[in-house]
């Protein structure tokens, strides 16, 4: 139990298109996600945590309105890179959580982002 | 403010014993993780500790102390496919983890 699948895998986009990344709870309510940024050789770094139904509330450097954040379901949140940038490149994780109780965090096998 | 400190890289010979150590400062404590991480992939699930203690699960082993704000990962009988990195991450009061930077592991034959 407790999977969460990312969609896509992979992508390349061409510089100033944007792009959308879903994130879904298989078999779990996921009352909170959290989406996370990788660049190589280096550590998870948190960007953003949402709630199903509210507002994602975004870490300190994070540009919201460049990665916008939707959390419409228990089992769906999407982040969309808007006008993408070849700095934007790189490997975004999202991870799920049931509840506050819940302490375990489930992360999806990530999406890696080439912007050309 | 909050802090978590491990080292960037080991290594260890395979069929040999490796600990990986963690010391923390955070906001609060609900928890102490241990994730797996391969090269180009999500990380995984290793251990969870929030008593001081040892677990033990198979091969790895997570030990905690709270009051030195410590913690480590102990791996047994090394496999090649144990080259990863591990991440050790604290939950803080907020319920959010605060991640350390990971200790890249090299198993050398």
């Known amino acids: 139990g407790a999977v969460v699948s990312q969609h896509p895998s992979w992508v390349i986009c061409k510089s100033g298109t944007s792009v959308k990344i879903e994130c879904r709870s298989l078999?779990?309510?996921?009352?909170?996600m959290f989406w996370y940024r990788q660049f190589p050789k280096q550590s998870l770094m948190l960007m953003a945590t949402?709630?199903?139904?509210?507002?994602?509330?975004?870490e300190q450097g994070v540009e919201k309105d460049k990665f916008l954040i939707n959390h419409a379901s228990l089992t769906l949140s999407t982040l969309t890179v808007t006008s993408a940038h070849p700095e934007d490149s790189s490997f975004y994780i999202c991870?799920?959580?049931?509840?506050?109780?819940?302490?375990?965090?489930?992360f999806g096998p990530g999406t890696r982002l080439t912007v050309t | 403010g909050q802090n978590i400190d491990q080292p960037t890289e080991m290594t260890a010979t395979e069929g040999a014993i490796v600990q990986i150590n963690c010391t923390y400062q955070?906001?609060?404590?609900?928890?102490l993780f241990w994730y797996q991480q391969h090269a180009g992939e999500a990380p995984t699930f290793l251990s969870y500790?929030?008593l001081d203690g040892l677990e033990e699960k198979g091969r790895f082993s997570s030990f905690l102390s709270r009051s030195k704000g410590y913690s480590y990962l102990l791996l047994k009988e090394l496999q090649m496919k144990d080259s990863a990195s591990y991440l050790c991450?604290?939950?803080?009061?907020?319920?959010?983890?605060?991640w350390g930077a990971g200790t890249k592991l090299i198993i050398k034959p």
């Open positions: 991870s799920a959580r049931a509840g506050t109780s819940d302490y375990e965090q489930y």
């Open positions: 078999d779990f309510q996921a009352t909170t």
């Open positions: 949402s709630n199903e139904g509210s507002k994602a509330t975004y």
């Open positions: 955070t906001s609060g404590f609900n928890g």
């Open positions: 500790n929030v």
């Open positions: 991450a604290v939950m803080d009061s907020n319920y959010q983890l605060i």
